[in-house]
């Protein structure tokens, strides 16, 4: 899980540097690499066994697994909802995207820590019954090995985000599809807004391509705990983890438009630029000088001429 982390932090480094990349989709996407990032890191840390058994350490670092993970499949269900809500509301009227960046957060930093809230309760209150408490730091320094505990504090939640990104992507795609037919007569009796909705269109397949990504690693997840001693859906999960991190860094950084703000942010496209003029400049110098030396041969008339 390490050889994600850089990538991710690097794909949250891009977005963080360049203003052009700091809209509301921007910002949602650094909150789910940020969340992958963290989790990843303190998760590999526990699988190291860097905290103690049964430490507050270890205790510690369960929690901020399990919340860091929470997050980030929350910002994925808030990209999920916000490509939906760009096409449905195309010709209402929309707010402002610090008042809905704002509203995003609430929802995908909030519906976390009310879950972590839950376990804590759980475990250190008589709220629930010894059966419903996930034991964080009991066994392991993250909710203890039991089926009914793993579903109800990750794969439930879980279940229900992806059941509700595929109903917000194939609703998408099919008020994409209606709206590419509605178009295509009038093309080009309004460029502003077929630019608009090219640009939404190659955002949602960034998302459906994310969101398979991710798709892929969850379903091997939810396998692999529903089935006990399958050896090659461990490794194979192990794996898409272990790529998780380029193929993200892929989909979002490594694109023409991306790679041109980070060459106009950190002046590379300008140093290209001057080498490629000062080429030019030397070679229609010596073309100059060439083409003047070829008529002084051709015409001895006009060494004479200069002579004289």
């Known amino acids: 899980m390490l050889l994600s982390v850089p990538f991710l932090l690097l794909t949250f480094f891009v977005y963080a540097c360049i203003p052009d990349l700091r809209n509301m989709h921007g910002k949602s996407l650094m909150c789910y690499v940020l969340g992958l990032s963290v989790g990843y890191t303190v998760l590999s840390m526990v699988q190291l066994r860097v905290f103690p058994g049964s430490s507050s350490s270890c205790v510690i670092s369960g929690y901020i697994v399990y919340f860091s993970f929470m997050v980030s499949f929350f910002w994925l ?3 999920s909802f916000d490509i939906y809500w760009t096409f449905k509301g195309v010709t209402g009227v929309r707010n402002s995207e610090t008042k809905k960046f704002l509203l995003y957060s609430l929802y995908a930093w909030g519906c976390p820590i009310l879950l972590v809230a839950t376990a804590i309760l759980a475990d250190y209150t008589d709220f629930f019954p010894h059966y419903l408490r996930p034991q964080f730091g009991t066994t392991r320094c993250l909710f203890v090995e039991n089926k009914l505990i793993e579903f109800l504090y990750l794969y439930m939640p879980l279940l229900i985000l992806v059941f509700m990104n595929v109903v917000f992507f194939v609703i998408t795609a099919l008020r994409i599809y209606k709206i590419q037919c509605e178009t295509s007569v009038v093309r080009r009796g309004d460029s502003k807004r077929h630019t608009k909705l090219d ?3 190659d955002r949602f397949g960034l998302y459906l391509r ?3 990504v991710m798709g892929v690693t ?3 997840e939810i396998i692999s705990w529903a089935v006990d001693n399958n050896a090659w859906i461990f ?3 192990d794996v898409c983890n272990c790529i998780q991190g380029f193929l993200i860094f892929a989909l979002f950084v490594l694109k023409q438009k ?3 703000l980070i060459y106009k942010k950190f002046g590379i496209r300008e140093i290209r630029q001057e080498q490629k003029m000062s ?6 110098t010596a073309t100059m000088v060439s083409s003047y030396q070829e008529s ?3 015409n001895p008339l006009v060494t004479q001429t200069n002579v004289m």
């Open 279 to 284: 080429s030019c400049s030397t070679r229609t």
């Open 218 to 220: 969850w379903s091997l």
């Open 199 to 201: 640009n939404d269109r």
């Open 235 to 237: 490794y194979v999960s």
């Open 258 to 260: 991306i790679k041109r």
């Open 296 to 298: 002084k041969s051709e």
């Open 210 to 212: 994310l969101f398979i």
């Open 77 to 79: 269900n808030v990209m």
